[in-house]
């Protein structure tokens, strides 16, 4: 490999202007209003919910891996409304099943009884691990994220919460509280949530060493606490904070600790659950623990709000007698589109084509690290949660902000949609339909390459 110095010194050849995967899928001719005047009636009517691209971009149609814009131009959708559309936009099967419950009833209350919520409750319980058999449905990762919060006060009739400096739970008080980045906080009170050392393993102080970031857990409980913690919280790979994986051995470390305290430990599955990472089903599990109470959210419905905390029966009591319900928990739409999701993710082996696929893309953004040293700073996730960080100084790693919306503009005009994470948003994150092929994340390289290549070769290209 050619040292660094002779990188910065030689231009590369021009990557070739990539072309998409062929699709055979055309969509309907759009005549519905236009970007402008959609844009004039969100400004009037709609909080301050800016467009993410400059030029805003107005999709119309959606299948599988691509979404479509209002002149028929085609995307790959590789951020999926941030992981929500795990199967594919429109999955034949999962539209299928809502349009023929749509048939029958859409909506029945908890009060009385539906098989849609009892046949996806049985699917579902099989994806758990140990005794996590008992479900409630919400229909946020918000909402499900306070619950299991609030449960975990109640069992343990204690009020601190553990989380991490550089999570992102939800915009509730009590989630906000357990946000560990300023830019998802408000300045409000905010009580009984300690954000403990972020075991990051490009950017922080014990590199992958999880165990020496598990023992700032036990210096929050035995400085900052009574002794006895209501519980810990956390991702296992952080999505808003720029798809950072826990280094290993955290997990394991830190339920310990937690548990000693008295405290449940909690795994928000957001986006990490229902197969994104590849290697297993839940994110949890790739660090080997089995926690008190997981939330999901997001890609669970494929689209359709939903999301659930599942426990065990024994911490589950805590809500007994009490009235804590959720208008839309029995749903039949969303519980139908729930068990549609589970039987597409397994006739489709989306759990595995996310392990080959992401391992795949992984090997070609990592070739592009090398290729570009000086501002990629780091490639890192699993499956098919895979980041990209961005900086202007390999050395103090400082993050490349502008440089990140550029490469997020220019990507979305050559048919790539990304996100953007971080603190710095010089993250950029990459959540796929699990659907997608390897001839999508060579497509994928291949744009980023050439954008990369464009900035700093061929300014103003
Ligand atoms: C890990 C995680 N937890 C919770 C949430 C909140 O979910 P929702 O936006 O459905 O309330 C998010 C949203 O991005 C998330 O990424």
Partial sequence: MPSFETKLNTTPPEPPVPVMPPFPYTPPQYNGPSTEEIMNLRNQYLIRQPPCYKQPLNLVDGKMQYVFDENGKRYLDALAGVSVVPCGHCHPDVKNAITKQMESIQHTHV??????????????????????????????????????????????????????????????????????????????????AHHALDPNPYRGDYGSDGEKYAQDVQKIIDYATSGKVAGFISEAIQGAGGVVELAPGYLPAVYEIVKKAGGLCIADEAITGFGRTGSNFWGFQNQDVIPDIVTMAKGIGNGTPISAVVTTPEIAKVLEGHSYYSTF???????????????????????????DVGSHLKEKLTALKDKYPDIIGDVRGRGLMLGVEFVTNPQDKTPATDLTNDIFERMKNLGVLVGKAGLYSNVIRILPPLCITEADADFFAAVLDRVIWEIKYNEGA
């Fill in 111 to 192: 009060m009385y009884l539906n098989h849609t919520v009892t046949d996806y409750l049985q699917a579902l319980a099989a994806k758990m691990p140990g005794d996590l058999k008992v479900f409630f449905f919400l229909n946020s990762g918000t909402e499900a994220n306070e619950l299991a919060i609030l449960m975990a006060r109640l069992y343990t009739g204690c009020n601190d919460i553990i989380t991490l400096r550089n999570a992102y739970h939800g915009l509730a008080p009590t989630t906000m509280s357990a946000n560990g980045i300023r830019t998802i906080k408000f300045n409000i009170v905010q009580t009984g």
């Fill in 329 to 355: 928990a029995s749903n039949a739409i969303s519980t139908t589109a729930g068990l549609a999701v589970l039987k597409a993710i397994d006739k489709d082996d989306l759990q595995k084509n996310a392990n």
